[in-house]
């Protein structure tokens, strides 16, 4: 099996270092709205959407957005919820070791998407509780956005 890439070090270092002490409605809604002013500001027509296993938390459709970007948001996040690690990092991974989600592994691709865009919400000391996805960019560019507005918060 041939080791993992730097790209996928780099992602697993990002998933390792933004971690939360504490997440609720009001952290779900800030980070929801630092990623529209993002989107708005880089004028991408993606979908944002944050949710727990159970319930929506935020969503927004930007202008442009598609329909069909709201099932790749829920996609992506059931990979987040299946493995506790960013859709990304699953898609890099697979793309490796020339395989993907289906049958194979035991997940239909109509519930499962390992293209990036959805990062984990890890709580120090519980575990994953969220996920916040973006959809309707290219997997690299969702999973940036994601960072980049974390990193802005939790530093």
Known sequence: MTQATDLERKVAAE??????DGFDEAAAFEIGCRLVDAARRAKAPVVIDIRTPD???FHAALAGAA?????????????????HR????????NARKDRSLGP???????????????FPVRVRGVGVVAAITVSCLA??????MIVAVLESMLG
């Open 86 to 93: 960013s859709s990304y990092a699953v898609g890099l991974e």
């Open 104 to 118: 194979g592994i035991g997940l239909d691709p109509i519930d499962y998407a390992d293209h990036g865009g959805s």
């Open 15 to 20: 998933e390792a270092r933004l971690v939360f």
């Open 55 to 57: 319930r929506t938390l």
């Open 67 to 83: 329909p069909a970007n709201d099932l790749w948001a829920r996609r992506k996040s059931n990979v987040v919820f299946h493995f």
């Open 139 to 144: 997997s690299a560019e969702d999973h940036a």
